[in-house]
C-alpha cells in the first residue's frame, strides 16, 4: 500500500491543476481516463458547470469551519477522480472549499485511470468507484481511513432506485443530481469531517 500511496501522490494534482487538466481535454473534445465515448464528453461537459456553480456558489456551514480550524494534525485529502464523473463534480469542489479554510488540509487530486494499483485498494463493492477520499497522516503517509464514492443519502437514493428499477439509468442520475442541489453539500463537509476527526482521535490516542 505505501508504494501504491506514494505513487499516487507523485501523480497527483492541486484543484486548480485538476480543474485545468479536465477543462483542456474538453476543448480537444476528450475526456480525461482510458475511455472515450459521446456520453462520457456530455457528462464531462455538464460537470464543468456543475463545478463552476459550486466553486462559486457552495458554501461551508459556520461549524464545519470551526472544525476545519480546530484540527491539530496535518493531512492529506487524496483523492481518486476523473473528469466525467458526476459525483465527483459534486464533491470535490466542496473538499477544495474545505481545504481553503485549513492549513492542516491539503487536498491532491489523482486521475483514476492512470492510479490503478491504488484505485484497486479502495475498490467499492468490488468496483472503481470514485471519488474515493484517502485521508493520510500529511507526515507519515499512513492511510488512516477513506470515504466515498458518495454522501449516505445519495447512496442510499442509488440503492433504493436500483432495488426498484433494476438498473441506474438516466432518470436515476437525474435524481441523484437533484437530490445533491438540494443538500447544498452539506452531507460531504459533515461526513468528510467526522472521518477526519475520527482519524484526529485515534492520533491522539497513540500519543
Given amino acids: 500500500m505505501k508504494v501504491a500511496v506514494a505513487q499516487g ?10 480543474r485545468s487538466i479536465v477543462t483542456n481535454a474538453l476543448a480537444q473534445g476528450k475526456v480525461t481516463g482510458n475511455e472515450q465515448s459521446p456520453a462520457l ?8 458547470v456543475r463545478m463552476n456553480r459550486l466553486d462559486k456558489k457552495m458554501e461551508i456551514t459556520e461549524e464545519n ?15 481518486l477522480s476523473e473528469g466525467w464523473c458526476g459525483d465527483a463534480a459534486q464533491i470535490v469542489p466542496i473538499l477544495n472549499k474545505m481545504d481553503s479554510y485549513s492549513q492542516h488540509i491539503e487536498l491532491r487530486i489523482a486521475f483514476r485511470d ?8 479502495f475498490l467499492t463493492n468490488g468496483t472503481k468507484s470514485v471519488p474515493k477520499v484517502i485521508v493520510l497522516d500529511k507526515e507519515s503517509e499512513d492511510v488512516l481511513g477513506s470515504w ?38 452539506v452531507s460531504t463537509q459533515n461526513e468528510i469531517l467526522e472521518l477526519t476527526l475520527q482519524c484526529e ?3 491522539h490516542q497513540k500519543m
Avoid: C, F
Avoid at 41 to 48: A, G, I, T, V, W
Avoid at 65 to 79: A, D, E, S, T
Avoid at 152 to 160: E, M, N, Q
Fill in 41 to 48: 464528453l456530455h457528462y464531462s461537459e455538464l460537470n464543468e
Fill in 148 to 185: 466515498g464514492p458518495r454522501p449516505k443519502g445519495a447512496t442510499d437514493l442509488i440503492k433504493s432506485y436500483k432495488e426498484q428499477y433494476g438498473v441506474v439509468d438516466e432518470t436515476a442520475k437525474t435524481e441523484l443530481q437533484l437530490w445533491y442541489l438540494h443538500d447544498k453539500g
Fill in 114 to 121: 492512470e492510479n490503478e494499483a491504488l484505485m484497486n485498494l
Fill in 65 to 79: 469551519i470551526r472544525k476545519l480550524l480546530g484540527l491539530k494534525r496535518k493531512y492529506v485529502w487524496l483523492v
Fill in 201 to 203: 482521535q485515534l492520533n
Fill in 9 to 18: 501522490l507523485l501523480n497527483s494534482h492541486s484543484y486548480l491543476q485538476y
